[in-house]
Protein backbone atom coordinates (compact mmCIF):
# COMPACT_ATOMS: atom_id res chain seq x y z
CA UNK A 1 0.00 0.00 0.00
CA UNK A 2 1.54 3.63 -0.92
CA UNK A 3 0.71 6.16 1.46
CA UNK A 4 1.55 10.17 0.72
CA UNK A 5 1.99 11.78 3.74
CA UNK A 6 1.18 15.90 3.38
CA UNK A 7 2.70 17.48 6.37
CA UNK A 8 3.97 21.28 6.59
CA UNK A 9 3.63 22.87 10.39
CA UNK A 10 4.92 22.12 13.29
CA UNK A 11 2.66 20.44 15.12
CA UNK A 12 2.19 17.95 12.24
CA UNK A 13 5.41 16.71 12.58
CA UNK A 14 5.17 15.26 15.83
CA UNK A 15 1.90 14.20 15.23
CA UNK A 16 3.49 12.09 11.66
CA UNK A 17 6.46 11.02 13.84
CA UNK A 18 4.69 8.07 15.68
CA UNK A 19 2.63 6.98 12.44
CA UNK A 20 5.95 6.69 10.54
CA UNK A 21 7.48 5.19 13.55
CA UNK A 22 4.64 2.73 13.88
CA UNK A 23 4.89 1.71 9.67
CA UNK A 24 8.29 1.24 10.47
CA UNK A 25 7.37 -1.26 13.33
CA UNK A 26 4.64 -2.89 11.39
CA UNK A 27 6.65 -2.86 8.13
CA UNK A 28 9.30 -4.84 10.33
CA UNK A 29 7.00 -7.73 11.07
CA UNK A 30 4.56 -8.23 8.30
CA UNK A 31 4.70 -9.97 5.01
CA UNK A 32 5.82 -8.59 1.61
CA UNK A 33 2.10 -8.29 0.72
CA UNK A 34 1.49 -5.67 3.81
CA UNK A 35 3.80 -3.19 3.10
CA UNK A 36 3.02 0.01 3.58
CA UNK A 37 5.43 2.58 2.22
CA UNK A 38 5.46 6.28 3.24
CA UNK A 39 6.17 8.80 1.31
CA UNK A 40 6.66 11.82 2.72
CA UNK A 41 5.69 15.37 1.08
CA UNK A 42 6.99 18.63 3.26
CA UNK A 43 4.81 21.58 1.93
CA UNK A 44 7.29 23.70 3.27
CA UNK A 45 4.62 25.84 5.20
CA UNK A 46 7.19 26.03 8.40
CA UNK A 47 10.73 26.72 6.84
CA UNK A 48 12.89 27.92 10.15
CA UNK A 49 15.28 25.27 11.62
CA UNK A 50 13.43 25.54 14.57
CA UNK A 51 10.15 25.03 13.40
CA UNK A 52 10.83 22.12 10.96
CA UNK A 53 14.38 20.52 10.76
CA UNK A 54 14.60 19.75 14.38
CA UNK A 55 11.75 17.99 14.49
CA UNK A 56 12.86 15.78 12.12
CA UNK A 57 16.17 15.06 13.34
CA UNK A 58 14.95 14.89 17.06
CA UNK A 59 12.05 12.52 16.57
CA UNK A 60 13.89 10.46 13.90
CA UNK A 61 10.92 11.35 10.92
CA UNK A 62 11.83 9.76 7.51
CA UNK A 63 13.31 12.31 5.44
CA UNK A 64 10.44 13.92 3.19
CA UNK A 65 10.42 12.51 -0.29
CA UNK A 66 10.25 15.94 -1.29
CA UNK A 67 10.20 19.76 0.14
CA UNK A 68 7.61 21.79 -1.93
CA UNK A 69 9.00 24.95 0.12
CA UNK A 70 5.65 26.94 -0.14
CA UNK A 71 6.80 29.00 2.47
CA UNK A 72 4.50 31.76 4.24
CA UNK A 73 1.81 33.77 2.62
CA UNK A 74 -1.91 34.88 3.14
CA UNK A 75 -4.07 31.64 3.59
CA UNK A 76 -5.20 31.91 -0.32
CA UNK A 77 -2.10 32.14 -1.91
CA UNK A 78 0.14 29.40 0.51
CA UNK A 79 -3.00 26.84 0.09
CA UNK A 80 -3.53 27.70 -3.66
CA UNK A 81 0.47 27.23 -4.31
CA UNK A 82 0.42 23.97 -2.16
CA UNK A 83 -2.72 22.88 -3.54
CA UNK A 84 -1.07 23.19 -7.23
CA UNK A 85 2.25 21.59 -6.56
CA UNK A 86 0.48 18.49 -4.43
CA UNK A 87 -2.10 17.89 -7.33
CA UNK A 88 0.96 17.36 -9.63
CA UNK A 89 2.99 15.21 -7.26
CA UNK A 90 -0.03 13.13 -6.55
CA UNK A 91 -0.94 12.21 -10.40
CA UNK A 92 2.72 11.22 -11.10
CA UNK A 93 3.03 9.08 -7.81
CA UNK A 94 -0.51 7.55 -7.56
CA UNK A 95 -0.77 6.78 -4.07
CA UNK A 96 -3.88 4.53 -2.76
CA UNK A 97 -4.21 6.99 0.07
CA UNK A 98 -3.32 10.30 0.88
CA UNK A 99 -2.72 10.97 4.87
CA UNK A 100 -3.62 14.51 6.31
CA UNK A 101 -2.82 15.72 9.87
CA UNK A 102 -5.03 18.28 11.79
CA UNK A 103 -6.27 21.52 10.82
CA UNK A 104 -3.70 23.79 9.24
CA UNK A 105 -3.42 24.97 5.19
CA UNK A 106 -1.31 22.01 4.41
CA UNK A 107 -4.07 20.14 5.59
CA UNK A 108 -6.91 21.56 3.59
CA UNK A 109 -4.69 22.12 0.09
CA UNK A 110 -3.75 17.98 0.40
CA UNK A 111 -6.77 16.86 1.11
CA UNK A 112 -8.18 18.60 -1.75
CA UNK A 113 -5.82 17.99 -3.88
CA UNK A 114 -6.59 14.33 -3.26
CA UNK A 115 -10.28 14.36 -3.52
CA UNK A 116 -10.22 16.24 -6.81
CA UNK A 117 -8.33 13.11 -8.26
CA UNK A 118 -10.51 10.95 -6.51
CA UNK A 119 -8.02 9.60 -4.28
CA UNK A 120 -8.85 8.43 -0.47
CA UNK A 121 -7.99 10.60 2.56
CA UNK A 122 -7.34 9.34 6.21
CA UNK A 123 -7.81 12.59 8.22
CA UNK A 124 -5.78 12.30 12.13
CA UNK A 125 -7.17 14.35 14.19
CA UNK A 126 -10.69 14.58 12.92
CA UNK A 127 -13.78 15.96 14.35
CA UNK A 128 -12.69 18.69 16.35
CA UNK A 129 -14.42 21.83 16.22
CA UNK A 130 -14.31 25.12 18.05
CA UNK A 131 -17.79 26.56 16.63
CA UNK A 132 -15.83 29.75 16.04
CA UNK A 133 -15.57 30.09 12.28
CA UNK A 134 -13.50 32.72 12.24
CA UNK A 135 -10.86 30.52 12.98
CA UNK A 136 -8.76 29.77 10.01
CA UNK A 137 -8.40 25.60 11.46
CA UNK A 138 -12.52 25.49 11.72
CA UNK A 139 -12.51 26.17 7.58
CA UNK A 140 -9.63 23.56 6.98
CA UNK A 141 -11.25 20.78 9.73
CA UNK A 142 -14.80 21.35 8.81
CA UNK A 143 -13.55 20.64 4.51
CA UNK A 144 -11.30 18.11 5.57
CA UNK A 145 -13.69 15.84 7.49
CA UNK A 146 -16.34 16.35 4.75
CA UNK A 147 -14.06 14.94 1.88
CA UNK A 148 -12.00 12.24 4.07
CA UNK A 149 -12.74 8.75 3.56
CA UNK A 150 -10.99 7.37 6.94
CA UNK A 151 -11.90 9.83 9.52
CA UNK A 152 -9.85 8.94 13.05
CA UNK A 153 -10.95 10.58 15.86
CA UNK A 154 -9.23 11.20 19.30
CA UNK A 155 -12.32 11.81 21.42
CA UNK A 156 -15.79 10.46 21.71
CA UNK A 157 -16.97 14.08 21.26
CA UNK A 158 -14.98 14.44 17.94
CA UNK A 159 -17.48 11.22 17.02
CA UNK A 160 -20.41 13.58 18.08
CA UNK A 161 -19.60 16.50 16.26
CA UNK A 162 -19.17 14.65 13.12
CA UNK A 163 -22.57 13.09 13.51
CA UNK A 164 -23.85 15.97 14.09
CA UNK A 165 -22.88 17.15 10.65
CA UNK A 166 -23.77 13.91 8.86
CA UNK A 167 -20.76 12.38 8.62
CA UNK A 168 -20.71 8.17 10.24
CA UNK A 169 -19.06 6.04 7.34
CA UNK A 170 -15.54 5.78 7.90
CA UNK A 171 -15.56 7.03 11.44
CA UNK A 172 -13.12 5.70 14.12
CA UNK A 173 -12.32 6.51 17.22
CA UNK A 174 -8.69 5.39 17.55
CA UNK A 175 -7.02 8.07 20.56
CA UNK A 176 -4.67 10.79 20.01
CA UNK A 177 -1.20 10.34 18.20
CA UNK A 178 0.14 13.05 20.31
CA UNK A 179 -0.43 10.58 23.54
CA UNK A 180 1.63 8.19 21.87
CA UNK A 181 4.39 10.15 21.36
CA UNK A 182 4.18 11.35 24.95
CA UNK A 183 4.28 8.43 26.21
CA UNK A 184 7.24 7.33 23.88
CA UNK A 185 9.24 10.34 24.22
CA UNK A 186 8.77 11.43 27.79
CA UNK A 187 11.70 9.14 29.40
CA UNK A 188 13.86 10.18 26.43
CA UNK A 189 13.36 14.10 27.06
CA UNK A 190 14.08 13.13 30.95
CA UNK A 191 16.87 11.58 29.68
CA UNK A 192 18.68 13.68 27.14
CA UNK A 193 17.20 16.90 27.70
CA UNK A 194 19.39 19.91 29.06
CA UNK A 195 16.88 22.82 28.94
CA UNK A 196 16.20 23.51 32.78
CA UNK A 197 20.40 23.82 33.63
CA UNK A 198 20.68 25.74 30.13
CA UNK A 199 18.00 27.83 31.20
CA UNK A 200 18.82 28.09 34.82
CA UNK A 201 14.86 26.81 36.06
CA UNK A 202 14.33 25.42 39.16
CA UNK A 203 11.45 22.77 38.42
CA UNK A 204 8.00 24.43 39.96
CA UNK A 205 9.16 27.49 40.18
CA UNK A 206 8.34 28.85 36.79
CA UNK A 207 5.50 29.32 34.37
CA UNK A 208 5.99 28.12 31.07
CA UNK A 209 3.82 30.23 28.01
CA UNK A 210 3.41 29.20 24.08
CA UNK A 211 1.40 32.13 21.45
CA UNK A 212 0.86 32.01 18.29
CA UNK A 213 -2.97 31.75 17.02
CA UNK A 214 -4.33 34.50 14.52
CA UNK A 215 -6.68 35.53 17.25
CA UNK A 216 -4.72 36.69 19.37
CA UNK A 217 -1.32 37.66 17.22
CA UNK A 218 -3.67 39.58 15.11
CA UNK A 219 -5.45 41.55 17.29
CA UNK A 220 -3.08 43.75 19.04
CA UNK A 221 -5.42 44.75 22.12
CA UNK A 222 -5.52 41.11 22.77
CA UNK A 223 -1.67 40.43 22.54
CA UNK A 224 -1.05 43.21 24.36
CA UNK A 225 -3.14 42.48 26.99
CA UNK A 226 -1.98 38.79 27.27
CA UNK A 227 1.45 40.36 27.28
CA UNK A 228 0.55 42.73 29.77
CA UNK A 229 -1.03 39.87 32.10
CA UNK A 230 2.51 37.87 31.90
CA UNK A 231 5.00 41.20 32.29
CA UNK A 232 2.84 41.39 35.86
CA UNK A 233 2.93 38.40 36.38
CA UNK A 234 6.43 38.07 36.09
CA UNK A 235 7.74 40.65 37.57
CA UNK A 236 5.79 40.08 41.22
CA UNK A 237 4.83 36.59 41.32
CA UNK A 238 6.34 33.50 38.75
CA UNK A 239 9.03 33.58 36.29
CA UNK A 240 7.53 33.56 32.97
CA UNK A 241 9.26 31.26 30.09
CA UNK A 242 8.03 32.03 26.26
CA UNK A 243 9.97 29.53 23.52
CA UNK A 244 8.39 32.34 20.92
CA UNK A 245 6.73 31.21 17.46
CA UNK A 246 8.44 33.47 14.94
CA UNK A 247 4.93 34.78 13.95
CA UNK A 248 4.22 36.59 17.95
CA UNK A 249 7.89 37.36 17.78
CA UNK A 250 7.21 39.48 14.58
CA UNK A 251 4.06 41.30 16.07
CA UNK A 252 5.47 41.98 19.16
CA UNK A 253 8.49 43.83 17.34
CA UNK A 254 5.45 45.83 14.85
CA UNK A 255 3.74 46.64 17.80
CA UNK A 256 7.03 47.81 19.44
CA UNK A 257 5.07 45.67 22.49
CA UNK A 258 8.19 45.95 25.69
CA UNK A 259 8.85 42.80 27.11
CA UNK A 260 11.01 43.22 29.98
CA UNK A 261 10.33 40.51 32.75
CA UNK A 262 9.29 37.86 31.17
CA UNK A 263 11.54 35.36 29.57
CA UNK A 264 11.30 35.05 25.45
CA UNK A 265 13.51 32.30 23.97
CA UNK A 266 13.69 30.63 20.90
CA UNK A 267 11.27 27.69 20.03
CA UNK A 268 12.42 24.50 21.60
CA UNK A 269 12.68 21.04 20.34
CA UNK A 270 10.19 18.90 21.21
CA UNK A 271 11.91 16.77 23.83
CA UNK A 272 12.83 20.47 25.60
CA UNK A 273 9.40 21.45 25.39
CA UNK A 274 7.86 17.78 26.98
CA UNK A 275 10.55 18.90 29.92
CA UNK A 276 10.10 22.35 30.56
CA UNK A 277 5.74 21.29 30.52
CA UNK A 278 6.26 18.68 33.26
CA UNK A 279 8.28 21.03 35.42
CA UNK A 280 6.08 23.71 34.88
CA UNK A 281 3.64 25.44 37.97
CA UNK A 282 1.53 26.40 35.14
CA UNK A 283 0.79 26.68 31.49
CA UNK A 284 -0.37 29.69 29.30
CA UNK A 285 -1.17 28.40 25.98
CA UNK A 286 -3.70 29.27 22.82
CA UNK A 287 -1.63 26.33 21.11
CA UNK A 288 -4.14 23.12 20.95
CA UNK A 289 -1.51 20.46 21.40
CA UNK A 290 0.10 22.20 24.28
CA UNK A 291 -3.41 22.15 26.11
CA UNK A 292 -3.48 18.41 26.13
CA UNK A 293 0.24 17.99 26.76
CA UNK A 294 -0.33 20.45 30.09
CA UNK A 295 -3.17 17.82 30.88
CA UNK A 296 -0.87 14.98 30.33
CA UNK A 297 1.91 16.57 31.97
CA UNK A 298 -0.71 17.17 35.38
CA UNK A 299 0.05 20.88 34.92
CA UNK A 300 -2.50 22.80 35.14
CA UNK A 301 -3.15 24.87 31.99
CA UNK A 302 -4.50 28.79 31.24
CA UNK A 303 -5.64 28.89 27.72
CA UNK A 304 -5.55 31.86 25.91
CA UNK A 305 -8.93 31.52 23.89
CA UNK A 306 -12.27 32.19 24.18
CA UNK A 307 -12.87 28.39 23.61
CA UNK A 308 -11.28 25.00 22.74
CA UNK A 309 -11.43 21.93 20.79
CA UNK A 310 -10.30 19.56 23.68
CA UNK A 311 -13.34 20.48 25.53
CA UNK A 312 -12.26 17.37 27.71
CA UNK A 313 -9.35 19.08 29.77
CA UNK A 314 -11.73 21.77 30.75
CA UNK A 315 -14.60 19.79 31.99
CA UNK A 316 -11.54 17.98 34.21
CA UNK A 317 -10.85 20.97 35.57
CA UNK A 318 -7.37 21.09 34.10
CA UNK A 319 -8.01 23.66 31.49
CA UNK A 320 -8.98 26.99 32.74
CA UNK A 321 -10.36 29.43 29.09
CA UNK A 322 -9.40 33.06 30.42
CA UNK A 323 -9.36 34.28 26.79
CA UNK A 324 -7.29 37.42 26.36
CA UNK A 325 -8.91 39.40 29.71
CA UNK A 326 -6.25 40.68 31.66
CA UNK A 327 -8.45 40.29 34.69
CA UNK A 328 -9.30 36.30 34.22
CA UNK A 329 -6.07 35.75 33.25
CA UNK A 330 -4.23 37.12 36.59
CA UNK A 331 -7.40 35.55 38.61
CA UNK A 332 -7.00 32.33 37.12
CA UNK A 333 -3.79 32.41 39.02
CA UNK A 334 -5.24 32.34 41.96
CA UNK A 335 -8.68 30.40 41.74
CA UNK A 336 -7.17 27.34 39.76
CA UNK A 337 -8.55 23.93 41.44
CA UNK A 338 -7.12 21.18 40.62
CA UNK A 339 -9.55 18.47 39.77
CA UNK A 340 -8.90 14.27 40.13
CA UNK A 341 -7.02 12.84 36.03
CA UNK A 342 -8.57 10.71 33.85
CA UNK A 343 -5.48 9.55 31.43
CA UNK A 344 -7.24 7.87 29.50
CA UNK A 345 -9.70 10.82 28.21
CA UNK A 346 -7.93 10.78 25.19
CA UNK A 347 -7.25 6.75 24.05
CA UNK A 348 -4.74 4.49 25.26
CA UNK A 349 -1.27 5.50 23.54
CA UNK A 350 -2.12 3.06 20.73
CA UNK A 351 -3.68 5.62 18.45
CA UNK A 352 -0.78 5.25 16.09
CA UNK A 353 -1.26 1.26 15.50
CA UNK A 354 -4.93 1.75 15.18
CA UNK A 355 -4.41 4.17 11.99
CA UNK A 356 -2.33 1.35 10.81
CA UNK A 357 -4.79 -1.01 10.78
CA UNK A 358 -7.21 0.63 9.75
CA UNK A 359 -5.29 1.53 6.50
CA UNK A 360 -4.82 -2.45 6.07
CA UNK A 361 -8.09 -3.06 6.51
CA UNK A 362 -8.96 -0.75 3.57
CA UNK A 363 -6.30 -1.72 1.64
CA UNK A 364 -7.93 -5.53 2.43
CA UNK A 365 -11.14 -4.15 0.68
CA UNK A 366 -9.72 -2.49 -2.50
CA UNK A 367 -7.76 -5.91 -2.80
CA UNK A 368 -10.63 -7.41 -3.03
C1 LIG B 1 -0.03 27.42 11.53
C2 LIG B 1 -1.46 26.88 11.46
C3 LIG B 1 -2.00 26.75 12.88
C4 LIG B 1 -1.09 25.93 13.76
C5 LIG B 1 0.33 26.50 13.70
C6 LIG B 1 1.28 25.59 14.44
C7 LIG B 1 -2.73 27.53 9.47
C8 LIG B 1 -3.78 28.42 8.94
N1 LIG B 1 -2.33 27.79 10.73
O1 LIG B 1 -0.10 28.72 12.08
O2 LIG B 1 -3.27 26.11 12.84
O3 LIG B 1 -1.55 25.98 15.08
O4 LIG B 1 0.76 26.57 12.33
O5 LIG B 1 2.45 26.24 14.81
O6 LIG B 1 -2.27 26.65 8.78
N2 LIG B 1 6.94 31.96 10.23
C9 LIG B 1 8.30 32.05 10.27
N3 LIG B 1 9.00 30.88 10.15
C10 LIG B 1 8.42 29.66 10.00
C11 LIG B 1 7.03 29.61 9.98
C12 LIG B 1 6.30 30.77 10.10
O7 LIG B 1 8.88 33.11 10.39
O8 LIG B 1 9.13 28.65 9.92
C13 LIG B 1 6.17 33.23 10.40
C14 LIG B 1 5.88 33.94 9.08
O9 LIG B 1 5.92 35.31 9.33
C15 LIG B 1 4.45 33.52 8.78
C16 LIG B 1 3.86 33.41 10.17
O10 LIG B 1 4.91 32.92 10.99
O11 LIG B 1 3.78 34.46 7.98
C17 LIG B 1 2.67 32.48 10.25
O12 LIG B 1 2.99 31.18 9.74
P1 LIG B 1 1.83 30.24 9.15
O13 LIG B 1 2.39 28.91 8.85
O14 LIG B 1 1.10 30.93 8.08
O15 LIG B 1 0.82 30.15 10.34
P2 LIG B 1 1.07 29.75 11.86
O16 LIG B 1 0.73 30.93 12.70
O17 LIG B 1 2.40 29.13 12.02
N1 LIG C 1 6.26 22.66 20.67
C1 LIG C 1 7.62 22.48 20.60
N2 LIG C 1 8.43 23.56 20.79
C2 LIG C 1 7.96 24.80 21.05
C3 LIG C 1 6.54 24.97 21.13
C4 LIG C 1 5.72 23.89 20.92
O1 LIG C 1 8.10 21.36 20.38
O2 LIG C 1 8.75 25.74 21.21
C5 LIG C 1 5.38 21.49 20.46
C6 LIG C 1 4.41 21.23 21.58
O3 LIG C 1 5.02 20.46 22.58
C7 LIG C 1 3.30 20.49 20.85
C8 LIG C 1 3.30 21.13 19.48
O4 LIG C 1 4.57 21.77 19.33
O5 LIG C 1 3.60 19.12 20.72
C9 LIG C 1 2.21 22.14 19.38
O6 LIG C 1 2.38 22.91 18.23
P1 LIG C 1 1.82 24.38 18.07
O7 LIG C 1 1.55 24.97 19.39
O8 LIG C 1 2.74 25.08 17.15
O9 LIG C 1 0.48 24.15 17.24
P2 LIG C 1 -1.02 23.71 17.61
O10 LIG C 1 -0.97 22.49 18.44
O11 LIG C 1 -1.66 24.87 18.28
O12 LIG C 1 -1.64 23.50 16.27
Same mark, same amino acid.
Given at each position: ?7 G ?6 K ?18 ? %? ?5 ? #???? #?Y ?19 N? &???? !? ?5 ? !? ?16 I ?7 N ?30 P?? #? ?20 ? &?? %? ?20 Y ?5 Q ?68 V ?33 E ?16 W ?23 ? &?????K ?5 ? !? &? ?14 ? !?????
Amino acid at each position: MKIITIIGARPQFIKSAAVSRAIKQHNALSSHSD %TLEEAIV #HTGQ #HYDQKMSDIFFKELEIPEPAINL &NIGS !GSHGFQT !GQMLIRIEALLLSEKPDIVLVYGDTNSTLAGALAAVKLHLPIAHVESGLRSFNKRMPEE #HNRIVTDHISTLLFCPTKTSIE &NL %TREGISEGVHLVGDVMFDSVLYNFELAQKKSAILDRLSLIPKTYALATIHRAENTDHAERLKKIIQAFEDTAKSKIQIVIPMHPRTRKRIAELNIDVKYSMIIEPVSYLDMLLLEKHASFIFTDSGGVQKEAYWAKVPCITLRDETEWVETVASGWNFLAGADYGSIIASLE &NRTVAKQSTSLY !G &NGNASQLIIRELLRMN !GKAAL
